[in-house]
């Protein structure tokens, strides 16, 4: 069963840029994946971010973008902020109506 | 506004059936996707499955022999059954709408703890 990748962990400095990745543990990620991103707060309900690769949520700040870079999906914040400290999910789709989850990034902003 | 309101017992005996179900408001659940997904404590996300409104459903391989995804129309409701559980099924069990044509989850319930204990 092919796994959906992230980093565990990632930091970046206030104001500073990071860009989290999503891969495929065999082959690489298209826009015909429909990669989707997700910011998750402890004890909060997911929050949606991006979806068919780079088209943000409504309300989410253009600081939040999304792309292909390479062979993997990618979420790019620039300048991050404090309460961008938070766990970000990627989702693919798999075809044959399976959605699939990454294991997430913890991002830290310090 | 769209809202998913979560229902059902935050607490299970092993071997029992899991039950959860989601109210839709705001929408008609006749339109789009509805999904369950859970998150064990301190680990990530994992997508359980599909209802449309029609009744066709899509599972997780990894679970497809124990989830029964079911829906009422006339409630605006939606259900979710996981069978013979154990304490690895201990987590917290989220509904959500998925975009049918572009495959994304844009409203979520509350979230429901679900532990699985004697």
């Known amino acids: 069963q092919t796994v959906v990748t992230q980093e565990p962990s990632f930091s970046v400095s206030p104001g500073g840029t990071v860009t989290l990745t999503c891969g495929l543990s065999s082959g690489s990620v298209s826009p015909s994946f429909y990669p989707s991103w997700y910011q998750q707060t402890p004890g909060q309900a997911p929050r949606t971010l991006i979806y068919t690769t780079n088209t943000r949520s409504s309300g989410v700040p253009d600081r939040f973008s999304g792309s292909i870079l390479g062979n993997k999906a990618a979420l790019t914040i620039t300048g991050a902020q404090a309460d961008d400290e938070s766990d970000y999910y990627c989702?693919?789709?798999?075809?044959?109506?399976?959605?699939?989850f990454g294991g997430g990034t913890k991002l830290t902003v310090l | 506004q769209v809202q998913l309101q979560q229902s059902g017992p935050g607490l299970v005996k092993p071997s029992e059936t899991l039950s959860l179900t989601c109210t839709v408001s705001g929408d008609s659940i006749g339109t789009y996707y509805w999904s369950w997904i859970r998150q064990p404590p301190g680990k990530g996300l994992e997508w359980l499955g599909y209802i449309y409104y029609t009744g066709s459903t899509n599972y997780n391989p990894s679970l497809k022999s124990r989830v029964t995804i079911s829906v009422n129309t006339s409630k605006n409701q939606f259900s979710l059954k996981l069978s013979s559980v154990t304490a690895a099924d201990t987590a917290v069990y989220y509904c959500?709408?998925?975009?049918?044509?572009?495959?994304?989850?844009?409203?979520w319930g509350q979230g429901t703890l679900v532990t699985v204990s004697s």
């Open positions: 989702v693919l789709y798999m075809g044959g109506g399976i959605s699939v």
């Open positions: 959500a709408r998925r975009h049918g044509g572009v495959y994304y989850f844009d409203y």
